[in-house]
């Protein structure tokens, strides 16, 4: 089961939050058939994503992380709540680069440049919309980025998806561990020591680290106070009524065309790739409703 894990440290003046996410980031690669270039990018997303969900307070808040680039991939969108479900789908699924200089996917070649919109439906009138410049298109340094300059969090976002031969997931997992207003220059100078040691997320899985063992890491040295252990998983909410009821925002004209025609429509959710049919009896019962 994958899970993420939520802690305090430094008298509540750090917050800090680790995840392993290896059977999340594998279903969406069978869903998306993702090279493992797509895959990486894929699941890093959705790891800091799992992790940013868990962080809003209300029951039915949703965050959403979107990149619009200019690399192959074009982009990825993902969507999380507050209860650890997560979804999301590359623009582009296929994309295939040689390793970048450190012999590692290529996943900021195959991003390039472009945008971080966050998007955080908290139940009011209007959603709350924060958007940076790609740093490395590497999705963890962008998104510490995003906290930095949208939500003047400074925060460090470690996250690692590692592959086996056969292109399934071998390790997927991350942290997000910031620091609250007036912290201590000594607190902040502690942590940068700490986190500047961990160099890979990818080795700390591979060597068998839980989340908890990886704040241990990152937090040493200080009191820690470990709160809760939430399940995550890819969860996707889309179902054949869902789709019936996007359809009657269909120009008529263009429902009238569908019904004249007389075949079975297929339409596909991007998050999880299930197909819904609907034959012309249920497009004219769809239209009637308008």
Not at 104 to 110: T, Y
Not at 215 to 230: K, R, S, Y
């Amino acid at each position: 089961m994958d899970t993420i894990i939520r802690a305090t440290a430094a008298g509540a003046k750090i917050r800090a939050f680790a995840a392993t996410t290896k059977e999340m980031v594998e279903t969406a690669r069978a869903a998306h058939n993702t090279s493992p270039i797509m895959t990486a990018a894929l699941g890093r997303m959705m790891t800091a994503g799992a992790m940013m969900g868990i962080m809003q307070k209300g029951d039915k808040d949703i965050v959403t992380l979107m990149i619009q680039s200019d690399g192959p991939a074009k982009g990825l969108t993902v969507t999380a709540d507050s209860h650890g479900r997560v979804k999301g789908f590359p623009y582009v699924a296929d994309v295939m680069l040689p390793p970048n200089a450190k012999g590692k996917l290529d996943v900021g070649g195959a991003i390039g440049r472009g945008f971080l919109r966050v998007i955080k439906d908290l139940g009011l009138k209007d959603p709350y919309v924060g958007e940076v410049e790609l740093l490395t298109g590497e999705i963890g340094d962008d998104i510490t980025r995003y906290f930095v300059e949208s939500e003047q969090v400074p925060s460090s976002v470690g996250l690692g998806v590692l592959m086996n031969k056969d292109n399934t997931v071998a390790e997927a997992g991350g942290f997000i561990i910031q620091v609250m207003p007036f912290c201590d220059d000594e607190i902040i100078d502690k942590l940068e020591e700490n986190l500047s040691k961990i160099t890979s997320v990818t080795d700390l899985l591979k060597s068998g680290k839980t989340p908890k063992e990886i704040l241990e890491l990152a937090l040493d040295g200080f009191d820690i106070e470990f709160n809760d252990e939430v399940e995550t998983k890819f969860y996707c909410n889309c179902s054949k009524d869902r789709f019936a009821k996007g359809l009657i925002s269909l120009d008529r004209k263009e429902m009238k065309e569908m019904i004249d025609e007389g075949k079975t429509i297929e339409v596909n959710c991007s998050f999880c790739g299930k197909h819904y049919y609907f034959t012309k009896e249920e497009l004219i019962e769809i239209d009637s409703l308008r």
